[in-house]
């Protein structure tokens, strides 16, 4: 999950001023080999970074990020590569920087997320935490997919989720620096810096659209979270991102922003799509009135049967009028027979979002609430 994102300018400079951060100019390209903790190396980045638009970020990109300079005691930013590298390259199999002609974004992949319940347990995070590697990345929103609805175009629907009010959304992360396995023009160890989104429980409003989703947390909380990362404290961020704290939330009047989702083009779906019109609301495909009703129900073979009856109390057999008997169904009618069933019914309830459809929503194929496709659960006599 949260393997795309839309990233601006505007956000990034609204999350500067929020996290006070003492060195907001633009990305440098220059290389740097420096082993200090507290300094960050900055080979990550490239000539593509004097621009920090991308509306369609997706892992293997750079991006300018925040972390906190314990030499200077502040929040300063720098160029990484989203998608963590834990360990150093090799001269056999070194790591590439995205300057790099035969640089791919694959490796990325890998590693793009990281879960916050288990974060501390995972060697490749623990280090991280430990040591107090811990960034924010600040965005507009990032994109979620669910499966097509539509027979005819089976490419999944993205949705752009971002905050109701258009908040800047600060994303907990952990950062790495490692050597690439190859010297640079100084014959200096070369380094790559990366980051890792932590991930939690998606919120109540969200859950529809997927199970999870990225640890999003208020300015005082990423203050926090980048000056004295923890065990403790990401436990205190797991339930604020997943909004089951979000009535106690009330640090500084912060609180977990409701979420605005709704679907985009599905040119999204090509991760080198760049157009404008990424983060547009469109009108899904899969809503068309067409995609929630069945074609008209096949008739069910039937056959006409005698049945008799004997009487006791009288002295004559009678011949009992013929009676139409509907026979079991096909199985390729069967969804047509429970929605005739379910109609006598009258509800029926959403797997994904437990959304209740009532009356005439009985013939739906889809949920009216969050469009997943519906599931038969009755067997057909």
Not at 69 to 76: A, D, F, K, M, Y
Not at 84 to 98: C, E, Y
Not at 142 to 170: A, C, G, M, N, R
Not at 335 to 347: D, F, K, M, Q, R
Request: include cysteine; charge should be positive.
């Amino acid at each position: 999950m949260c393997g795309r994102a839309a990233y601006s300018t505007a956000s990034f400079s609204s999350a500067a001023s929020a996290l006070r951060c003492s060195d907001s100019s633009p990305p440098s390209a220059a290389a740097a080999s420096s082993t200090k903790k507290d300094e960050l190396a900055s080979s990550s980045a490239s000539s593509s970074d004097t621009t920090i638009n991308n509306v369609n970020m997706s892992p293997g990109t750079s991006a300018k990020i925040f972390i906190y300079n314990h030499t200077s005691n502040s929040v300063c930013s720098t160029s990484m590569v989203w998608g963590l590298l834990p360990n150093n390259g090799t001269p056999q199999s070194p790591h590439l920087l995205p300057s790099d002609d035969k640089f791919t974004p694959s490796p990325h992949y890998i590693m793009f997320n990281a879960r916050s319940e288990t974060v501390d347990a995972k060697k490749s995070f623990h280090s991280l935490l430990r040591d107090g590697q811990s960034c924010i990345f600040a965005v507009d929103g990032y994109y979620e997919w669910t499966k097509s609805l539509s027979p005819i175009d089976k490419k999944k629907q993205p949705y752009f989720v971002k905050s109701s009010s258009s908040d800047t959304l600060l994303l907990a992360g952990l950062w790495s620096r490692v050597k690439t396995g190859r010297r640079n023009n100084n014959n200096q160890e070369e380094t790559i810096s990366t980051f890792t989104i932590l991930t939690t429980e998606a919120h109540p409003t969200l859950a529809w659209l997927h199970p999870r989703q990225p640890c999003i947390i208020g300015s005082t909380v990423a203050r926090e979270w980048l000056q004295s990362p923890s065990r403790a404290l990401v436990d205190k961020i797991r339930p604020l991102s997943s909004g089951q704290q979000q009535q106690q939330h009330d640090i500084k009047n912060e609180r977990t922003d409701p979420w605005e989702c709704y679907p985009v083009t599905k040119k999204m779906n090509d991760a080198k799509y760049h157009g404008d019109d990424c983060t547009v609301a469109v009108k899904s495909k899969g809503r068309k009135l067409e995609s929630y009703f069945t074609t008209s129900p096949s008739p069910c073979k039937r056959k006409k049967i005698e049945v008799k009856e004997d009487y006791s109390e009288s002295t004559s057999q009678q011949d009992v009028e013929e009676k139409n008997v509907t026979t079991k169904c096909s199985q390729k009618d069967e969804s047509n027979a429970l929605l005739l069933t379910e109609t006598i019914n009258n509800e029926w309830s959403c797997h994904v979002c437990t959304f209740l459809h009532t009356k005439s929503k009985s013939q739906f194929l889809a949920c009216e609430m969050c469009g997943s496709q519906r599931e038969c659960t009755q067997d057909i006599a």
